[in-house]
């Protein structure tokens, strides 16, 4: 593996309170940018319903596409929770009862386990576990695929054990050109003219309004950190040859 | 159409900035929510990159299958918003400069349009506009494809005028119960034996935890108001025959 090859990841987000828009999640973000600190770049994310075709056809297509998936809810004990057994019937494997999630929920509930709770103590056969440090039973991984918890403290957990298990490429490093009143519409040209001279990097514009004021973030992005910094010192160059000044480096890489 | 027929919509998020984790989206649950209240449920979402064949080819995809495709981003006059050309190419059509939007930028304007701002004028042969009530160009909408904004304030704007032309079914109809003190793997016995009880209904269970306590909020979903009602009452008795209580009906519908 080069210093520049691209590692990628994708996201597959299940769960109908995600689309029917009663819980804005949170998760695609946190997994973005705790992958982005192994080197793994996030390339796309799939938001499906609770059903199992929908979710058996989308990981199977995303775990051939990328390097990782990684998905997040749908692993509890009811009869919505129906992950474990999508991705069984990706891979073509049988679940069983994980002797390990039993005796640690035995041990958690202090009596014998329902019917509902056993539900949680199954992986599928090839899987190794995932560990929960927050609460309830662990996740699992089987081949390039992540199962997480959708309750975002878990899933967040859960992350701090996948992180050591991805082999991921350099790092991406962004900087981000803070340019205040001016539109992107006198910013375009310049930040294209940059962007064309720079194929290995990502230049975006996510323009800004409120009542202070308005401008943009200009990020750059890319994985050889002196041809970054060199750019933003160019960008703004070509910037303020532009007439536009207002320029700001924010400190926190975005 | 009947009353019981499902509409169904799905949101392209197109963005670098989100798979990044730079931005949070939340355009997705204001969609899924407005969307709902004309009848018409997203089905399936997707975060793709700023790239021309993974926008171009999702797209197709997702045209095909849904009654409708909401995106969001990509419609700036940077050298980084591809999103009218993507669209047109999934279409086969041509993009032409929309005399409204020229004649409405150089109002604003007050000069000579360069480039960049000409770009955002540009419209697929056989689409139409989407007004944009908060600032800047309209989205445009062509075939079943409507495209709007990425900045949330715009977007939202800019639903104000999809509403209107969305052919939606019967409403989505939601109740929330609310389980302070219970956990998942008790409720789910209860749960599970209403949920196929009532197979046109969707049950579904989120669990809670914080300093405060625990417990699951139970959302009912479905199109005929009296069932999901009636259906409500059967599983609070189902929860409390299996010596759950801490019951409450929340106001707010999920």
């Keep these: 593996m080069t210093s520049q090859q691209r590692v990628t990841a994708a996201v597959m ?3 109908d309170e995600i689309l029917s828009g009663r819980t804005q999640d949170t998760n695609l973000s946190a997994i973005a940018k705790y992958i982005g600190t192994y080197g793994v770049d996030l390339a796309e994310a799939r938001i499906v319903p609770d059903d199992e075709d929908e979710i058996v056809t989308a990981l199977n297509h995303l775990r051939g596409k990328y390097d990782y998936v990684i998905t997040t809810g749908g692993i509890g004990p009811t009869h919505d929770d129906i992950t474990a057994d999508c991705v069984a019937k990706a891979f073509g494997v049988a679940l069983y009862e994980h002797p390990e999630i039993i005796a640690m929920m035995e041990s958690r509930w202090k009596t014998e386990l329902n019917a509902a709770r056993r539900r949680m103590a199954r992986v599928p056969e090839g899987g190794s576990l995932v560990k929960n440090p927050v609460q309830g039973p662990p ?7 992540f199962v997480l918890a959708g309750v ?6 859960m992350l701090e054990d996948v992180g050591p298990r991805l082999k991921g490429g350099a790092v991406v490093i962004a900087r981000t050109l803070r340019v205040d009143g001016s539109g992107e519409g006198n910013i375009a040209a310049p930040l294209e003219g940059v962007a064309k001279a720079h194929p290995n990097l990502s230049l975006g514009s996510y ?3 409120s009542n202070e004021g308005y401008g943009s973030n200009l990020v750059i992005r890319g994985r050889d950190l002196a041809e970054v910094e060199a750019t933003v010192t160019e960008l703004s160059a070509a910037l303020r040859d532009a007439g536009i000044n207002g320029l700001t480096l924010l400190d926190t890489p975005g």
């Design 139 to 145: 996740g699992f991984q089987i081949g390039n695929v």
């Design 152 to 157: 975002p403290s878990i899933m967040r957990g």
């Design 13 to 15: 987000i299940i769960g």
């Design 207 to 209: 323009p800004f309004f």
